[in-house]
């Protein structure tokens, strides 16, 4: 009798221990679909915010105004060429950034008051 439930207990063992072994990948599958479920929720969140925020008449405006050069009755709507507006760089920058001293050595200058001469590279 001890040989039959041992061969009995054998065979409940290998049968959960194949059944745990199949069970665990689908498991972590389950648990990484889930939180791309999550992700999903989130960007469909913020997909309706931005199509509320495209479908208001504050925005159909301005983007009318903008490309189209919409105005209302009585407004005087004035036009700057490309070309005459300021460039967006920072005073003092230079235009090549590779021109530029290394940021510890700027920063050297910064906290010691070193003529920038000095340091020319």
Same mark, same amino acid.
Do not use: C
């Given at each position: 009798?001890? =040989?039959?439930?041992? +061969?009995?207990?054998?065979? +409940?063992?290998?049968?959960?221990?194949?059944?745990?072994?199949?069970?665990?990948? +689908?498991?972590?599958?389950?648990?990484?679909?889930?939180?791309?479920?999550?992700?999903?929720?989130?960007? =469909?969140?913020?997909?309706?915010? /931005?199509?509320?925020? /495209?479908?208001?008449?504050?925005?159909?405006?301005?983007?009318?105004?903008?490309? /189209?050069?919409?105005? $209302?009755?009585?407004? $005087?709507? +004035?036009?700057?060429?490309?070309?005459?507006?300021?460039?967006?760089?920072?005073?003092?920058?230079?235009?090549?950034?590779?021109?530029?001293?290394?940021?510890?050595?700027?920063?050297?200058?910064?906290?010691? =008051?070193?003529?920038?001469?000095?340091?020319?590279?």
């Amino acid at each position: 009798m001890v =040989k039959g439930d041992a +061969v009995l207990i054998i065979l +409940v063992g290998f049968g959960l221990y194949t059944n745990y072994t199949r069970q665990k990948p +689908v498991q972590e599958e389950i648990s990484q679909l889930e939180k791309e479920i999550e992700e999903f929720k989130g960007k =469909k969140v913020e997909l309706a915010e /931005l199509a509320e925020v /495209l479908d208001s008449a504050n925005y159909i405006e301005r983007e009318a105004r903008s490309r /189209l050069g919409y105005k $209302k009755p009585g407004e $005087k709507v +004035v036009s700057i060429p490309e070309s005459a507006r300021p460039s967006p760089r920072v005073l003092g920058a230079s235009e090549n950034l590779d021109d530029r001293p290394a940021n510890p050595v700027m920063w050297f200058r910064h906290f010691f =008051k070193q003529p920038k001469e000095v340091f020319q590279e």
